[in-house]
């Protein structure tokens, strides 16, 4: 099955400063890679998503890449600011029959400090 | 958007009793919906695969005895966590898909989670 690792566990960055964290999956068949946002007791929210059709998405400060050759991608966050602090997930499954649940990372903590 | 609710949102109960812990698409038909468990400080732990009509699927070391799902219409599933115990005290989160969107398209909507403590 799928087993996605992901790092940094935890990341601290100045406020401004960009922030990167990399993931990498096993799955040759999985195509679709989202990333969550969780603030502490709530529930994941969707950031940005990237399938494997592109290698690249962004969306404002928020971006992705995709290298399926290598079977990573990373999140970039720039400009950051104090309320990008949370937990950032990633995730991979193959989008086939829909039944097929996504594989998370174990998270990345990330602390911006003002 | 596609909105997914939880209920309850926080529940505590005694050691041996049982909790029933509903997620509900308000919006949209989801034939399929996941559980998640999350312990503090890690990561999403998937449960089991919940299907509209059929039996769950469940991941490996999970007991189907014991996680009750039921997904009865395509905008409902219930877990029933029995003879709960201090060790089942977790964040609980389900998500569902959208089956209108088609096979190809596996964005997965997560309701607020229940935070289950049992003493």
């Known amino acids: 099955g799928e087993n996605v690792e992901q790092h940094p566990s935890t990341l601290s960055v100045q406020e401004g400063d960009s922030a990167v964290i990399k993931c990498t999956y096993s799955?040759?068949?999985?195509?679709?890679f989202p990333w969550y946002k969780q603030e502490l007791g709530k529930r994941p929210q969707l950031i940005i998503d990237?399938?494997?059709?592109?290698g690249e998405k962004k969306d404002q400060r928020i971006a992705v890449t995709l290298n399926k050759t290598a079977k990573h991608f990373s999140l970039h966050i720039t400009e950051t600011q104090p309320e990008d602090s949370a937990v950032y997930f990633c995730?991979?499954?193959?989008?086939?029959?829909?039944?097929?649940?996504?594989?998370f990372g174990k998270g990345t903590r990330l602390s911006v400090i003002a | 958007g596609a909105v997914v609710s939880q209920h309850p949102s926080r529940v505590i109960c005694k050691s041996g009793t049982s909790v029933k812990i509903e997620c509900r698409s308000l919006d949209f038909q989801a034939t399929t919906m996941f559980w998640y468990r999350q312990f503090p400080k890690q990561s999403l732990m998937l449960m089991a695969t919940s299907n509209e009509g059929s039996k769950a699927t469940y991941e490996q070391g999970v007991e189907k005895d014991k996680f009750l799902i039921n997904h009865a219409s395509l905008t409902l599933s219930t877990l029933t966590v029995t003879s709960a115990h201090p060790e089942d005290s977790s964040f609980y989160i389900c998500s569902a898909r959208d089956a209108l969107r088609g096979t190809s398209y596996n964005e997965q909507f997560f309701g607020p989670g229940t935070r289950l403590t049992v003493l």
């Open positions: 799955d040759s068949a999985s195509n679709y």
């Open positions: 990237i399938r494997s059709n592109v």
């Open positions: 995730a991979a499954s193959p989008e086939d029959s829909g039944n097929t649940p996504l594989v």
